[in-house]
């Protein structure tokens, strides 16, 4: 065969294969609302969005039943970007053109945020991102429901310093490599310095997305601990979450001697993990699925009779956690801001956003920031629990401000906290 | 049970204690904790261990309660409350009491009658003991007999007496150091031989020049605990591309068979391992931890038979044509990717491993070796041994390679070949299974499992030279080895850079690879 020829096919291959990965919108009634929900369904990532694309249809589902939006039915339109970051781009893309979305829910990676950015610039569209990022971007377009790194980074840092968290000297800053990790990486070394932590006392890894092999970090990890207290900060993404929690656990690396705080990982990403070795290890976030109260209780009853009706893979042990809990929120917010301007068109919808507020299962009042596009949210810090769970060993007392832009890195003190009119 | 039964007909503990450590803070349930551990006194056990455990529930303002399954004691009393009472509320632990709880518990160990029980406590207090353990360690050593037990007791009361006002105690503590392995021994001896400015934080010479020969002894056996450690996980690095590089060096090295589909049969492998465990768990969850043995013949049956399939439907048609087979087998691999996806779903699948895949035993204080690896090491091995007995001692064997070095003639012999074609295709196809079963236990399983080890697999087989097996089991453990040292000292993105970046040139220089196939081959 000639290579030309080849080539060709090898296109036409991978364009049908490609095709095949679309699911197929499902048809409703003419006089609907679209909205686009932007997840990986599959790939590295899934571990971690999935739910939250089922968390947004069953959210879609309760607004419908109460009669949906300004008397129209929410129809929601999902697509599936496959943990491929230019492929959220073009499905973003895709949404808004042709499905003419009035929002979209989506993305976890902010390297996904950063490819979609442009193109809900361009469009004048609106997203709502529900997980916890690496701050340092405003755009007129995003709602931010996840936290910025005072919400969630900084806390669990100065928590770890404490007493109680362990009083750690030394620090290990180990991540998945790309943006986030990176720019939250840079925040905490400049913010432990802040402290008096001298250079040799901190310690940045990181690995490619996907990576399964974690001997070597974990011994290094024993290594670095022999020199003082050690805590491990891990913005570790996607699934390589099981086997470094796998390593940690058959090395015999225990929380009482060297803790692991993570940023990414949730209820959902300990499934089927034997949390047994890993009791003690945290996770800082502005929701726990063990939360006591009875907005949460109510968000968990919803949530497991929905994925037993829909037969979710994981139905028989319904698991909730941050970012399904700002996904809720997000939805339910937008729906109030839809009803407050009346109308879908974007600018109204994001004056309308300004100041919405809304009790998510935390038990706790979120409120949108008048400026800055950020939720007002609450910090916990919980440990692991034999059973999966976490335990709350420290929280703030009520919601705390997001600083989008944060004080740790030079340069941010002229930037406003709004974003820029266009 | 013992320990129970003990409680349960002991004299009681100070209510006071008790009372601080279920409703006190953490400050409170620190020095209760303290207090109790310094009573010297077993019956504090039970409801320490209860606390670390997470059985210890209060109810009201005032009763504390230890509750293990559907039985209660009361903390206090150590009587029986039954039936248990309703409306209780756990009393929650965090690391820093949970630290304190071990080194407690261990302290109180030290006492145990069993040696087992002694060993484990004197590990434990190791990392964790400070000033406060010192009379329980010294009071221990002078009845402790067990040389191994004294040994760990004694290096921890040093590096404690490190800290000693007495010059004589210091200097022997120093001493005593020298035998130790740990890192954090390292840290201790390091800090003596600090200056601040000119003065040296150790004043007197000689503790400084006992530091440095300990030193430099604890230096040398952590040096060997972490090279040790570092070809340990080469060698389980280069194990895990061997097994998925196995079948591949059959259909692709023996064979000529462009498999791109070879991936998609190590994940077929490992979701098979899945549905196994998943039957075990319903119908024998008794028997879990035995899944493994019979996942390993069914992984096998299972990507063998697809292979076979795939190799009589599609690939026996396009022997000979290298860019169809290419492309065929790509689009049969995104089938089979899209298969999986549509009956298990997208997201990854999780494979428990059985209890004693779990955990690691310890050469060194820095050297684990976890037995999930140490057990697929062997199980690689054991593979390598039968398939190269397979190929030099069979009938079978000896087919599959007369028909890979001249086919025309091995078929004018009377070798029916397409018949070898297909069953040498099915076993590197069900190689592929058993390495698929193997990887569930230590990564991820995904539909997209397979396209992550196809790359390394094609790296390890065209590395070692086409059509020889020996030459893939060098290449994979080479592989393993330099990718391993390479992580250590330039972290693990580098090391996968660094790793192709070495192949693309040792193929520029040596086309056929580390072995290349000696002997009269014929060109298909």
């Not at chain 1, 042990?317 to 879908?344: R, S």
């Not at chain 2, 302290?107 to 009658?113: D, F, M, S």
């Not at chain 2, 899209?338 to 298990?344: A, K, L, M």
């Not at chain 2, 990564?443 to 070692?464: C, K």
């Amino acid at each position: 065969m000639q290579r030309r020829t080849f080539v060709k096919r090898l296109a036409l291959a991978a364009t049908l294969a490609a095709g095949g990965f679309a699911i197929a919108p499902t048809t409703y009634a003419a006089d609907t609302i679209k909205v686009g929900i932007l997840h990986s369904l599959s790939g590295t990532m899934a571990i971690s969005e999935t739910v939250l694309k089922d968390v947004a249809l069953m959210a879609i589902e309760e607004i419908n039943a109460t009669g949906g939006v300004l008397g129209k039915k929410i129809e929601p339109i999902v697509v599936d970007p496959a943990s491929n970051w230019p492929l959220f781009a073009e499905k973003a893309r895709q949404l808004i053109t042709q499905d003419k979305v009035a929002a979209v829910f989506g993305c976890w990676t902010s390297v996904s945020r950063k490819s979609v950015l442009p193109v809900f610039e361009e469009t004048n569209g609106l997203l709502f991102y529900p997980v916890q990022y690496e701050g340092e971007e405003l755009s007129k377009n995003v709602f931010y429901t996840g936290a910025a790194p005072n919400q969630q980074a900084i806390p669990a840092v100065e928590y770890l310093m404490s007493k109680d968290g362990g009083g750690a000297k030394r620090w290990v800053l180990l991540g998945t490599d790309y943006v986030y990790p990176r720019t939250t990486n840079k925040i905490l070394r400049a913010f432990l310095k802040s402290k008096g932590v001298a250079e040799k006392d901190i310690d940045e890894k990181y690995t490619p997305f996907g990576h399964s092999d974690y001997q070597t970090i974990v011994a290094d990890i024993k290594k670095f601990s022999a020199g003082g207290k050690t805590a491990v900060v891990s913005t570790i993404n996607g699934d390589s979450n099981v086997p470094f929690y796998k390593e940690l656990g058959n090395q015999g690396l225990k929380a009482t001697d060297v803790p692991v705080v993570a940023f990414s990982v949730g209820e959902e990403e300990l499934r089927g993990v034997d949390t047994k070795p890993l009791v003690g290890h945290l996770a800082a976030w502005n929701y726990f699925m063990s939360l006591k109260n009875p907005a949460n209780d109510a968000f968990k009853k919803k949530w497991a009779d929905y994925a037993k009706a829909k037969k979710l893979p994981g139905a028989d042990k319904p698991l909730t956690n941050d970012p399904m809990e700002a996904t809720y929120i997000g939805i339910h917010m937008w729906k109030q801001a839809v009803e407050k301007a009346k109308t879908t068109d974007t600018d109204k919808v994001i004056a309308a956003m300004a100041g919405q507020k809304f009790t998510g299962p935390s038990g706790f009042e979120a409120k949108m920031d008048e400026k800055n596009h950020h939720l007002w949210k609450p910090v916990v810090i919980g440990e692991v629990q034999g059973n999966g769970q976490f335990n709350v060993v420290w929280k703030t007392k009520g919601p705390v401000r997001a600083q989008p832009w944060s004080q740790y890195i030079a340069g941010n003190e002229t930037k406003k906290d709004e974003p820029e009119k266009k | 049970m013992a320990a129970w039964g003990i409680a349960a007909c002991a004299f009681a503990l100070p209510p006071e204690a008790v009372s601080h450590i279920a409703f006190g803070d953490n400050d409170a349930k620190l020095s209760a904790i303290d207090e109790l551990v310094g009573r010297g006194d077993l019956s504090a056990l039970p409801l320490l261990q209860g606390l670390l455990d997470g059985e210890v529930q209060t109810i009201g303002a005032d009763r504390v309660l230890l509750v293990k399954g559907d039985t209660a004691v009361d903390a206090v009393s150590g009587q029986a409350v039954t039936p248990v009472p309703e409306g209780r509320d756990d009393v929650v632990v965090n690391n820093r009491l949970r630290r304190a709880l071990a080194t407690g518990i261990a302290a109180l160990r030290l006492a145990a009658p069993e040696r087992e029980v002694r060993l484990a406590a004197a590990k434990e207090l190791r990392n964790s003991a400070d000033d406060a353990a010192l009379p329980a360690i010294a009071g221990a050593l002078t009845k402790e007999s067990d040389p191994e037990v004294r040994g760990l007791l004694a290096l921890t009361q040093a590096s404690i007496e490190l800290a000693s006002p007495d010059r004589a105690t210091r200097i022997g503590a120093v001493r005593a150091l020298a035998a130790s392995d740990t890192g954090a021994t390292k840290t201790l001896l390091t800090a003596l031989l600090e200056r601040r400015g000119n003065v040296y934080v150790e004043p007197d010479a000689e503790i400084r020049a006992a530091a440095e020969r300990s030193l430099r002894a604890v230096d040398q056996r952590l040096l060997t605990g972490e090279i040790l450690a570092r070809i340990f996980s080469g060698i389980s690095l280069g194990t895990i591309l061997l097994l998925a590089a196995l079948g591949l060096a059959i259909t692709y090295g023996l064979m000529g068979v462009i498999n791109l589909a070879h991936g998609e049969l190590i994940m077929i492998g490992a979701y098979a391992t899945y549905v196994v465990q998943n039957v075990f768990r319903l119908h024998a969850p008794a028997a879990f931890d035995l899944y493994p043995i019979v996942a390993l013949p069914f992984a096998f049956a299972v990507s063998a038979g697809v292979g076979i399939l795939l190799e009589r439907t599609v690939i026996c048609h396009l022997y000979g044509r290298p860019l169809e087979t290419l492309l065929a087998t790509w689009g049969l691999s995104l089938l089979l990717i899209q298969g999986v996806r549509t009956i298990f779903g997208a997201q990854n699948v999780q494979v428990e491993n059985p209890n004693w895949m779990s955990g690691g035993f310890e050469i060194m204080t820095n050297v684990v070796l976890p037995w999930s690896r140490v057990v697929i090491i062997g199980f690689t091995a054991c593979i390598v041994v039968a398939l190269w007995l397979l190929l030099t001692r069979t009938r079978l064997g000896l087919f599959m390679r007369a028909v890979t070095q001249n086919r025309p003639m091995a078929g004018a012999l009377g070798v029916r070949t397409p018949r070898v074609d297909m069953l040498a295709f099915g076993l590197g196809s069900g190689i592929a299974g058993l390495a698929g079963c193997a990887l569930s236990q230590i990564g991820n399983v995904g539909p997209d499992l397979g396209q992550s080890y196809i790359v390394d697999s094609f790296m390890v087989v065209v590395l070692g030279g086409v059509g020889q097996l020996v030459g893939t089991v060098y290449a994979a453990l080479g592989l393993g080895l330099v990718n391993k040292f390479i992580e250590a000292w330039q972290g693990a993105v580098l090391a996968k850079i660094a790793v192709l970046v070495f192949i693309i040139i040792f193929i520029q220089k040596r086309p056929q690879g580390l072995f290349a196939l000696k002997g009269r081959t014929v060109e298909a």
